[in-house]
């Protein structure tokens, strides 16, 4: 239906949107929503019967899955590169802001100036990320690329269409990592799952009867040993969604 997924570093602040496509033709875009949070942009051209992406499942991503990312570097049209995935929910610090869902798939696969917003496929050619950033001492690719899971995409995407804005879930707790220390101090058997800190008043996790000191081992199934993989988790999901929160207590 002419809507496209791109970064919102790539169109924020911009006056005028052209699209250019594979065969050559360009066509004006015009900003449906932006999601400075997950750095995530939609836009739209008036087109029809436009080739489309299939989304994918990134949850079921494995460390070590073969990936393609597609993109524009140095304005070398449509460039395909390949790698594996190195790791999923990193936490890089980029996007600055506290509400800020940073849970990127790392991937091998050469990612440059020019490749932000393109796709991240499975060797099924299903969408599983949106390319988002690298980590670079030189600036440009030194191995590291980021993208942003695709199950985080499709919600933030359905968001913009539906509301114009994102629909944001909040468990109500603060949260940390458990580590080696942590675990100790603890006397945890194992360095697992986000503990909590704190609980915030009339939030979701009071209501559920979650305390300060328990350690979240997943939301719905979905582990949960990291702070960028719970927020990963909530981002999928919008206020009064109910979920099921397995925890360590006591």
Not at 40 to 48: R, T
Not at 112 to 132: E, P
Request: glycine share 10%; proline share 2%.
């Amino acid at each position: 239906d002419g809507y496209i997924v791109t970064n919102n570093h790539v169109v924020n602040g911009a006056d005028k949107i052209s699209v250019k496509f594979n065969d050559g033709h360009e066509a004006q875009a015009t900003i449906v929503g932006l999601d400075p949070s997950t750095d995530l942009a939609l836009i739209k051209v008036e087109l029809n019967d436009l080739p489309y992406l299939t989304y994918g499942d990134s949850d079921e991503l494995q460390v070590g899955d073969w990936v393609l990312a597609v993109g524009n570097p140095f304005n070398l049209t449509s460039t395909v590169t390949a790698g594996i995935v190195s790791a999923k929910a990193r936490n890089i610090n980029i996007l600055g802001s506290r509400s800020a869902i940073e849970s990127f798939i790392q991937t091998d696969a050469v990612v440059n100036r020019g490749n932000s917003g393109g796709a991240l496929v499975n060797t099924q050619g299903d969408l599983v990320g949106i390319n988002a950033a690298i980590a670079s001492h030189t600036g440009v690719y030194e191995g590291y690329s980021f993208a942003i899971p695709v199950n985080i995409v499709r919600k933030v995407v359905d968001d913009l269409m539906e509301y114009g804005e994102i629909q944001r879930a909040y468990i109500g707790v603060q949260i940390q990592n458990v580590d080696a220390e942590l675990a100790e101090k603890l006397d945890l058997e194992q360095v697992q799952g986000v503990y909590i800190a704190g609980v915030v008043e009339n939030s979701g996790a009071a209501n559920a009867g979650l305390k300060k000191g328990d350690i979240i081992l997943s939301i719905d199934g979905k582990t949960t040993n990291t702070v960028s993989s719970l927020m990963g988790v909530i981002a999928q999901y919008r206020p009064g969604t109910k979920v099921m929160v397995n925890i360590n207590r006591g």
